[in-house]
T-cell receptor, first 114, second 114 residues
Framework: DQQVKQNSPSLSVQEGRISILNCDYT??????FLWYKKYPAEGPTFLIS?????DKNEDGRFTVFLNKSAKHLSLHIVPSQPGDSAVYFC?????????????FGQGTTLQVKP | DTAVSQTPKYLVTQMGNDKSIKCEQN?????MYWYKQDSKKFLKIMFS???????INETVPNRFSPKSPDKAHLNLHINSLELGDSAVYFC?????????????FGPGTRLTVT
C-alpha cells in the first residue's frame, strides 16, 4: 500500500515557465512533508519542507503548497531553469512517531527545455 | 569534502555470496539510515540508528544486518544474496532523530546480483 503517490512519472516544461509537481498521500497522521531533488548517480538532496500547520512555504524559486483536506501537496518552481532537470521525490512523515522515518513517493522526472 | 560517503559505488556479485556496504558521515550527525531504491524507483527505509542504537527496523529479511561501530558509521552487511536484492542502496544521516531534521544522502551503491 503506497501511502505517498506521485502520479505523474514525468513532466516537461519550457525554460522560464512554471513547473508544478504533485503529490498525494493517504495517511492522515502525516504532519511533515518534504521535497527532495535527485540527479543521476547522486543521492537525493533536500529542497524544501512544510509542516502541516502551514499551507504554504516559500524558498526562492521553490514554493510548496499543502492542502490537508485533499491530502495533496504540490511543488511550484518559478521560473524553471534547465538545471532544475532532475527527479523530484515527495516524502512524508508522522512526526509524532519521532523516529525520523520518511515515506517517499516514486518520483517525478522533470525536464526543463532551454 | 564529502558529507555522506558510501563504498563501494558499484557492487556486482553472485547469488549466495555475502557482501558489505560501508557508510560514513562527517557531519557530526546523531542519526543514520539505510534506504533501498528498487527497480520501481521507490525509496524505502530499511534501518535507522541513533547514537549507535537501532531505532527503525522495517520488515527487512534478517539476511540484512546493519552495524554501527560509532555514530559516524553505519555499515550494511547482506548474507546469502538473492536476485531480488539487486537495487540501489542509499545511506543518509540527520542531525537528530526527528523527521523535521533534513536527511543528507550519500551517492548510493548499485548492487547487482547475478
Amino acid at each position: 500500500d503506497q501511502q505517498v503517490k506521485q502520479n505523474s512519472p514525468s513532466l516537461s516544461v519550457q525554460e522560464g515557465r512554471i513547473s508544478i509537481l504533485n503529490c498525494d498521500y493517504t495517511n492522515s497522521m502525516f504532519d511533515y512533508f518534504l521535497w527532495y531533488k535527485k540527479y543521476p548517480a547522486e543521492g537525493p538532496t533536500f529542497l524544501i519542507s512544510i509542516s502541516s500547520i502551514k499551507d504554504k512555504n516559500e524558498d526562492g524559486r521553490f514554493t510548496v503548497f499543502l492542502n490537508k483536506s485533499a491530502k495533496h501537496l504540490s511543488l511550484h518552481i518559478v521560473p524553471s531553469q534547465p538545471g532544475d532537470s532532475a527527479v523530484y521525490f515527495c516524502a512524508a512523515s508522522a512526526g509524532s512517531s519521532n523516529t525520523g522515518k520518511l515515506i517517499f513517493g516514486q518520483g517525478t522526472t522533470l525536464q526543463v527545455k532551454p | 569534502d564529502t558529507a555522506v560517503s558510501q563504498t563501494p559505488k558499484y557492487l556486482v556479485t553472485q547469488m549466495g555470496n555475502d557482501k558489505s556496504i560501508k557508510c560514513e558521515q562527517n557531519l557530526g550527525h546523531d542519526t543514520m539510515y539505510w534506504y533501498k531504491q528498487d527497480s520501481k524507483k521507490f525509496l524505502k527505509i530499511m534501518f535507522s540508528y541513533n547514537n549507535k542504537e537501532l531505532i527503525i527496523n522495517e520488515t527487512v529479511p534478517n539476511r540484512f544486518s546493519p552495524k554501527s561501530p560509532d555514530k559516524a558509521h553505519l555499515n550494511l552487511h547482506i548474507n546469502s544474496l538473492e536476485l531480488g536484492d539487486s537495487a540501489v542502496y542509499f545511506c543518509a544521516s540527520s542531525r537528530r532523530l526527528y523527521s523535521s531534521y533534513e536527511q543528507y544522502f550519500g551517492p548510493g551503491t548499485r548492487l547487482t546480483v547475478t
